[in-house]
């Protein structure tokens, strides 16, 4: 299927690596010009070659932090000025503090202070100033990564969760008021999709893994191509009637959970 967006200038929020990274690299494969934005500069640099010489599109690597929103002011101003305009906006963040903890355990504030910073009040402010650039060629597709945690409880989830919840349900909101700029606004919420990039920060146990794996109705975990797939769709030309949505890639672990 052809997505129709080559040539579009798309952010990934978050992209030095994981999850951001991959949605950039399966933009650029349609031929859409990538902004990177995270802390690591030589990561951006190095992504942005690679992006560049594998891809033919172009790459602007923006070295910035998603709290300071400071650096939201400057990414935006950088890609007006390098491209004049911003077609697609996928919302990626960090994650929040680690480890996360079971809900009545979490009676440390500073812990929801800063996921609330982390995961829900950076896309609503990027989002914001993102808007008007897409509204000025009345077409935009705004896609933020959440969690299937907010579908189904999920052990030690909470403290992600409720601020997950909070972009899905601003999203919502967003959808319905930017829609008559043709802009689309949609969430995609994954569980269970192979971290294995993150082996030295998060090690899950040979049995987690396993656990991870027999409750998805697939048995197996997803990869990040699968997720930045369904991203990719959802940031195309033939997706411009779906809005408003969230989109669940956790290989049927919500719905199996039903059958448990
Ligand atoms: N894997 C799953 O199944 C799953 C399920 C549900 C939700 N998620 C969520 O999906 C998101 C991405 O997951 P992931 O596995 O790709 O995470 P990851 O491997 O830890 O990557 C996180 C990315 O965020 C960037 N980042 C972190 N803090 C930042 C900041 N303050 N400013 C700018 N960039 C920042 C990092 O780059 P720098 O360090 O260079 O800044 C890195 O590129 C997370 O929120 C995660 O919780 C994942």
């Not at 560049?52 to 000025?81: F, K, N, Q």
């Amino acid at each position: 299927m052809d997505l129709g967006i080559s040539g579009k200038v798309a952010l990934v929020t978050a992209s030095s690596g994981g999850i951001g990274m991959n949605v950039a690299r399966r933009l650029a494969m349609e031929g859409v010009n990538v902004v990177l934005l995270a802390r690591s500069a030589e990561k951006l640099e190095t992504l942005a070659a690679t992006f560049r010489s594998e891809y033919g599109v172009r790459v602007l690597p923006v070295v910035g932090s998603m709290l300071d929103t400071s650096d939201h002011d400057r990414l935006l101003a950088a890609i007006e000025g390098e491209f004049g305009r911003l077609d697609i906006a996928v919302l990626n963040t960090g994650r929040p503090p680690s480890p996360l903890r079971a809900a009545l355990d979490e009676t440390d504030k500073s812990r929801w202070d800063q996921s609330y910073d982390t995961l829900l009040s950076c896309v609503i402010a990027i989002s914001q100033r993102a808007y008007p650039l897409m509204a000025a060629n009345g077409w935009g597709r705004m896609i933020a990564i959440t969690s299937a945690s907010t579908h189904m409880a999920m052990p030690h989830h909470a403290l992600s969760t409720v601020f997950r919840a909070g972009v899905e349900a601003y999203m919502k909101h967003l959808s319905s008021e930017i829609g008559k700029d043709g802009i689309t606004v949609n969430c995609v919420a994954p569980a269970l999709i192979d971290s294995s990039h993150r082996e030295a920060t998060v090690s899950y146990t040979a049995e987690q893994i396993a656990r991870r794996k027999e409750i998805s109705a697939l048995k197996r975990l997803g990869t990040q191509e699968e997720l930045a797939s369904v991203v990719a769709f959802l940031a195309s030309s033939p997706a411009g009637f779906v809005t408003g949505e969230s989109i669940r890639v956790d290989g049927g672990m919500v719905t199996a959970a039903l059958h448990r």
